[in-house]
Every structure is written in C-alpha cells, then in structure tokens.
C-alpha cells in the first residue's frame, strides 16, 4: 500500500515562491513506488485549490500554481479537500506535509485546523509552530529556559506611531549600534534591516512595520553564524553544524534565494567543546518550544568561543540546496530518506496523541 500525502504548499505569505520552491523539491524527491502524491495549493490571495494527483514529478513551479476553478474552503469542505481520490469519496490522505513558510502556514494556523481534522501532519504543532514564529515570544521561551542569547527589545505598531522618539531612544540606550530590526512573524529574512544610526533606524522600523504589527530589535554582535539540524518527536538528535559566511553584511532574502552570494560551511570549523555547547542548547530549545519532527536551530559562535542562540525556524527552507536537508545529508542522511523520516514521525507524533483520553 502506497502512503497517500498531501503536499500543502503556496499560501497567504511573503514567502510565497520560496513554498513553491520547497513544493517542487519535495515531489521530485518522492518515491512514486512509495508516495500518492496530492498536490495542495494555496495562492497569494489564501484560496485553497486541489490539484489532481501526481503521476510523475511537476517540471517547473509554474505547474504547481493552480487556476482558482477548482477553488475549495478548507473548513466547510475539508472531507472533500482532503480525498484522496478525484471522485471525492472523503477517503482521507495518510499524512499531511505542509510545506508553507511565514504567517498563515509556519505560525500554527495551519497546524491549527489539522489538528481539528485530526490528520497526522509533518512538523511542529501549533504551540511550537506559533511561538517559533514569533521571534518575541520565542526569545522569551529562551530566557525562561535559561538559554544565553543577544539583548532584544519588542514594539507594536501603536506604540511606535504614538512615541516615535521615544521608541528610537530606547533601542539607542538598551541596544546601541549596530542593531538589527526584523518583523516578529516573518521568516527569510523579509523586511530585516541592519542599522547604524537614527536615521537607518527610522528607516527600518517603517520598512519592518509593512510586514507586521510588531518587531524586533537586537543587539548587533561579531560572531560567526553557526546552524545546526534538529530531527525527531521526544528524543531528537542534533545533525553537524555548519556556518553561513555572506558576502553582504547579512544574511538577507537577496542572498538567500537570489544571488547565491553566500557560502554554507559544512561542516563548520568548530571545536568539539563549541559544537557539543550547540548542540546541547539546540535540543534544549527544541524541547523548551516542545517541537515535533524538525527544526533549523540558528546560533551566534563569538570569538571566545561562547554560543548564543538566535533562533529556531520550525519550518526551514527545504530544497536539497538549503542548511537543513545540507546538514543532514552531510550527518548520512539522504534527502529522499529525510522526507520519509518526517512522514514517520509525523504518523508515530499522530498515534501517541490517539491514546490521550477526552472523557472521564
């Protein structure tokens, strides 16, 4: 019996193309011995549109993007959605992968109505998806636990429009120069600017604030950026590390997805007290936010050899040219086979939550 998933990928998201990018990777990777492959899209405008099955790998991103004619609501519709056949007989898929970066898709929403539908899904839940959206919430998840990380302040919208002046002397005085301002929900490095004066900060703070209504600032530090995979449900394992070293200031979209400007060292020239340090304070926060299947755990390494966690994403980028499938394929195992691990975790995550009980 082929395993039936259903890719769900798109969505209402500044990360849009990179989805689409992550969509197609995933399905030329799958067995088509092993996999019913569903494809589920999601366009720019939220609409949730079924794709027929696949019989053999989509050529392009192009053919991923669906017209809206077959246009479904995944809530009133979701036995229909989620079929596994095209005559709609509620069948439902054998595991979900959804594969959608950013708000409305990483930020437990998604994950949300899964759950409702009581669907095995690859990845974080929605508490661990939520809080590791949110860079805010997730740092302070960090301090409870202990973790050592930058200095960091946090605005909404209204705060800023009220106090502007204010708000600029308080990251000055807090933080100092350079710092880093970022929207709290976003991922890819979308609307984050590196700032070294007033000026640059009035600038980013307009710049973040087109992508959310609260943001981030922290603290600028020298250090090499460190990165390492985490994979599993309650007894994780940590993959090697590796190091971004970007040409540009930082690490930003461009460089991300654009230029290929930035070297990815696999594996990073650590020592091996520097990589157990990472390592150790990876799973503790993979265990802290209560992950499930994988995570991108992202470090700062100073000069005197200290680890400071930067943060995690619960959805990393995952072609077979992104860190996470890197790392893992560099640790021995292959792409192909970390897509199948996930399924696995996802249905093993999806049995044990069978056994808890509702009624007393």
Known sequence: MKTKIGLLYGGKSAEHKVSLQTALAVIKALDLEKFEIHPIYINVEGQWIKGPQLTAPAENVKALEFSNENQLSPLSLAPTLFSNSEKQNNEPLDVIFPLLH?????????????????????????????????????????????????????????????????????????????????????????????????????????????????????????????EVGILGNDDPKCSIAGEIVPKKDFYDYKAKYEDGDTALIIPADVTEEEYQQIKEMAIQAFKALDCSGLVRADFFLTKDGKALINEVNTMPGFTPFSMFPLLWKHTGVEYPQLIETLVDLAKERHAEKQNIKYTF
């Not at 209204?158 to 002046?165: G, H, N, V």
């Not at 004066?197 to 530090?221: H, M, P, S, Y």
């Open 102 to 226: 950013g708000p409305n898709g990483e930020d437990g929403t998604v994950q949300g109505l899964l759950e409702l539908l009581n669907l095995p899904y690859v990845g974080n839940g929605v508490l661990a998806s939520a809080a590791g959206m949110d860079k805010v919430m997730m740092k302070n998840v960090f301090a409870q636990a202990g973790l050592a990380q930058v200095n960091y302040v946090a605005f909404i919208r209204t705060e800023w429009e009220k106090a502007r002046d204010s708000v600029y002397a308080k990251v000055e005085e807090q933080l100092g120069y350079p710092c880093f301002v970022k929207p709290a929900n976003l991922g890819s490095s979308v609307g984050i600017s590196k700032c070294t004066n007033r000026t640059e900060l009035e600038a980013a703070f307009v710049e973040a604030f087109q992508f959310d209504r609260k943001v981030i600032i922290e603290e600028g530090v020298t250090a090499r950026e460190i």
